[in-house]
């Protein structure tokens, strides 16, 4: 059921149900962090295996920095983005009770985030717990940017706490605070040059270390995807090269550019990344209601949020890759 009782959602929290919250990224599924049976309902909802972590949200930074020890310099100094669409991991205080081990796959870390939106904030700070909330769709699945994307994978029963569209659109960019240096595991709307420039550091030294046996959505082969093929192309000119070869009917099509083809029948023209990133997964779910035989998109160009929006694609599409973005 789509609320806005916050009230009422802090209650059902409060006594260990789930509720779908709102943030600027994607809509989380939320359950209070420190009990293991709560938890267990997420990954249950979810079909998520459990040595998955989840993230871990609060009103403020010093209220999530409570559960982590051995905080380095440069993680207090990355919380100046926060409230914002950065999720840190940090060593878990595993003597304390705020998160149990279950919320974190049984990890001695932890991923803490503070989201940048009004309602979620308001919910987390009535909270006297805090919320470990992964994005609200069925494992592998499209993440869900509005509440009744929440109501769709899930069905009515559950609680959610409508904040309209989550206005970023893609999760939130994840940085390893385990190293010397922050590492980044995600990319988000959070970028590289912005981390780099607020640390003071080189750009590169964000991505040199080998991440491949750290457990994040990031390393797995197929993900964010929708259940019909994704197919990327780097410019117009391959896209077109393609509708010219293929008999496909009932495409959708998502870019910069406007195209017209009697093939497609489902088509968004976007101005900006910005518009990419909020407008993708949303078209993806279009798309599959629409029951669509393929979803087009071109690229863009690989800086900034662009990176982020190309991990996803090159996610989205790898079962059907044509070539990687
Ligand atoms: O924007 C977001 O981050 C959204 C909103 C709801 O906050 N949440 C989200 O959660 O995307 P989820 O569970 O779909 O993705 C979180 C990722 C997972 O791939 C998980 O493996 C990684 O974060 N993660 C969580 N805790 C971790 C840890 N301790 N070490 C390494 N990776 C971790
Ligand atoms: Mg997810």
Same mark, same amino acid.
């Not at 267990?40 to 972590?53: E, L, Y």
């Not at 914002?84 to 796959?105: F, Y």
């Given at each position: 059921m789509i609320t806005e009782n916050i009230a009422a959602c802090v209650d059902a929290l409060s006594s260990g149900e789930l509720v779908s919250f709102p943030t600027e990224t994607v809509y989380g599924l939320g359950a209070r962090a420190d009990s293991p049976e709560a938890i267990? =309902? +997420?990954?249950?909802? $979810?079909? =998520?295996?459990?040595?998955?972590?989840l993230i871990v949200h609060g009103p403020s930074a010093e209220k999530v920095f409570e559960c982590a020890i051995d905080i380095p310099m440069y993680a207090r100094v990355l919380s100046?983005?926060?409230?914002?669409?950065?999720?840190?991991? &940090?060593?878990? @205080?595993?003597?304390?009770?705020?998160?149990?081990?279950? #919320?974190?796959?049984?990890? @001695?870390?932890v991923a803490l985030r503070v989201p940048g939106h009004d309602i979620a904030l308001e919910l987390l700070s009535r909270c006297d717990? &805090?919320?470990?909330?992964?994005?609200a769709n069925k494992f592998a699945h499209v993440s869900p940017t509005s509440a009744q994307h929440v109501i769709d994978e899930f069905g009515d029963e559950l609680l959610v706490l409508e904040g309209g569209e989550s206005y970023v659109g893609v999760e939130s960019t994840i940085i390893s605070c385990l190293g010397d240096t922050p590492k980044i595991l995600r990319k988000g709307s959070i970028t590289s040059v912005q981390i780099s420039e607020l640390l003071n550091i080189d750009e590169s030294s964000l991505y040199e270390e080998d991440i491949c046996d750290i457990k994040v959505s990031g390393n797995m082969k197929v993900h964010y995807a929708p259940r019909i093929p994704v197919f990327v192309f780097d410019h117009l000119e391959e896209l077109e090269m393609y509708l010219s070869e293929n008999e496909e009917s009932n495409l959708a099509y998502l870019g910069f550019n406007d195209i017209v083809d009697k093939n497609i029948s489902f088509k968004q023209i976007i101005q900006s990344n910005e518009e990419l990133a909020h407008k993708l997964y949303g078209f993806f779910r279009e798309a599959e209601d629409k029951e669509c035989s393929q979803i087009l998109v071109i690229a863009p160009s690989n800086i900034? &949020?662009? #990176? #982020? +929006?190309? @991990?996803? &694609?090159? $996610?989205?599409?790898?079962?059907? =890759?044509l070539k990687d973005v």
């Open positions: 267990a =309902r +997420i990954f249950q909802a $979810k079909d =998520r295996p459990k040595d998955h972590p100046e983005f926060w409230p914002g669409p950065m999720s840190l991991i &940090l060593k878990r @205080d595993v003597s304390s009770g705020p998160v149990c081990s279950q #919320a974190t796959g049984g990890q @001695d870390s717990f &805090l919320v470990a909330g992964p994005s900034g &949020l662009g #990176a #982020a +929006i190309n @991990d996803r &694609l090159s $996610k989205a599409s790898s079962e059907w =890759r």
